[in-house]
């Protein structure tokens, strides 16, 4: 061709997969810009385009749109679009192929290199060493309570002293260091935080019974920034995602997912999460760090348990799915609900995720976000897709990921006949994030919606005051190829 193709995509975009699949049917050659690869690309992107989703198809210097545009051509107007590119010279103001670097598309498969070297931690090998002590064992206090697999503080201060020849104040404070980096906890109400010499009881984190599915596993990693540590997961989980996406874009290979040493290294990787330290974070820092942890979460869930069917199931997978993260476990709902909404009862949920003397609650946002509705992925059909987000641009992110989310059909509906404005169930949830009545709904709704027709619309409906809020069904079936 003496012209080009230009695909705007993103990594695990479902209709990005299948624009690349009907180019390569069709047999046109095409150059797919991964804007998680080439950031500074996304201006442009939205420039030429007037959109923020993605796909964004260009022949040449003319603007098709996204995969359903695409999709709609007639074949004489197809056939018009590919003379164009084989006929003519890309002109000036057509988008430019990208400068290549690692992370470029090649074959249709992401080629990214994420290292995840990191300095060893210094009481990891004190750990190893405590391990093999034999003071680790169940201890009785009363009659009732028996703690499995835990020690007492005094007598690892004892150990200490006797075979690593130190004294005892260097004792003290290795077994508080042994605390404070979350290598082990308190098992007495109260304590936490912080380690006595004396009977108390603690218990190494890899050896809890937890259901988290970063438990039991340790790493020798300094505990890193939160934030970092979340953005290579969550790079690692997209990575992921898109090697096992169908080729048209419909469906996952949870099944080929799991076998893969790819998922294995991720499933090691999150250990670095039990002891990332959570305190100091800013308001964006948060959202962007939960946000990520989320979505990966329910895909390693997805994976791993397998996704839930019924109405029952998912109240048990949202409430019980974890990580342990920073020493404490974090459930879905809690995320979502206690972090991200700023400790708001989830639905049809009696009591607040956080008690007032929960340390957890330090974490939470001081208050709610309600574009996190738009970021937070599921697992199902009707769930926003998954995408980038990053804590230096998480407000204008969460901004086109809700523009995003109303431009499409599961988002917003418009019946102007009618006058009815259908809206996703998620603002039917989650009502009070968005506002205390309808109009107050719409309001949002209005605000967040790029330019076009149907903000047009629904701005028109506002206006006259006659109009009629409905929510639509959510599809809570699985983008599953099994």
Request: a negative charge.
């Amino acid at each position: 061709m003496k012209g080009r193709v230009i695909i705007f995509s993103i990594t695990g975009c479902p209709f990005c997969m299948r624009a690349k699949d009907k180019m390569q049917k069709l047999g046109i050659e095409y150059i797919d810009i991964n804007l998680d690869n080439y950031p500074e690309r996304r201006a442009e992107a939205k420039e030429k385009s007037g959109r923020n989703t993605v796909p964004q198809i260009f022949f040449n210097n003319r603007h098709i749109g996204g995969f359903d545009d695409f999709d709609k051509l007639t074949e004489s107007e197809l056939q018009e679009l590919i003379r164009e590119v084989e006929e003519n010279p890309a002109p000036p103001d057509a988008p430019q192929p990208p400068t290549p670097k690692t992370g470029d598309t090649e074959g249709g498969k992401e080629v990214e290199e994420i290292d995840f070297t990191c300095e060893l931690d210094e009481y990891a090998q004190f750990v190893k060493d405590f391990k093999a002590s034999g003071l680790i064992k169940d201890h009785r206090k009363g009659l009732i309570r028996n703690y499995k697999n835990s020690f007492v503080g005094k007598e690892a201060v004892d150990w200490l002293i006797l075979t690593k020849k130190v004294g005892k104040e260097k004792a003290v404070e290795m077994c508080r260091q042994l605390v404070e980096r979350n290598f082990g906890h308190s098992l007495e109400k109260g304590k936490q935080t912080e380690f006595r010499d004396d009977d108390s009881i603690y218990r190494l984190l890899e050896d809890d019974e937890s259901t988290a599915l970063n438990s039991g596993m340790s790493s020798d990693c300094e505990p890193r920034p939160a934030p970092q540590v979340a953005e290579e997961l969550r790079r690692l989980i997209l990575g992921l995602y898109n090697q096992f996406l169908s080729k048209d874009g419909k469906g996952v290979d949870y099944n080929g997912m799991a076998h893969s040493n790819e998922f294995g290294a991720y499933i090691k990787h999150t250990a670095e999460l039990q002891r990332v330290k959570l305190e100091g974070m800013t308001r964006e820092e948060t959202l962007a760090f939960f946000i990520n942890i989320y979505n990966a979460l329910v895909i390693h869930a997805n994976v791993v348990r397998g996704p839930p069917v019924n109405l029952w199931q998912r109240y048990k997978f949202f409430n019980t799915i974890s990580y342990v993260i920073g020493g404490h476990s974090f459930a879905l709902n809690e995320i979502e609900n206690g972090v991200l909404r700023s400790n708001r009862k989830a639905i049809g949920a009696v009591t607040k995720p956080f008690s007032k003397n929960d340390p957890r609650l330090k974490i939470a946002l001081p208050e709610a976000e309600p574009k996190i509705h738009f970021a937070l992925v599921c697992g199902a059909k009707s769930c926003p897709p998954i995408k980038t987000y990053t804590s230096a641009g998480i407000d204008e992110e969460l901004s086109l990921a809700a523009e995003a989310f109303l431009e499409g059909e599961d988002g917003c509906v418009l019946n102007m006949p009618k006058r009815e404005i259908r809206l996703s169930k998620i603002f039917q949830w989650y009502k009070i994030d968005f506002g205390s009545n309808n109009e107050e709904l719409v309001r949002f709704v209005l605000a967040h919606m790029g330019k076009g027709q149907k903000k047009d619309q629904l701005e028109e409906l506002l206006i006259s005051g006659n109009f009629k809020v409905s929510f639509m069904k959510y599809n809570w079936d699985l983008n599953s190829k099994h």
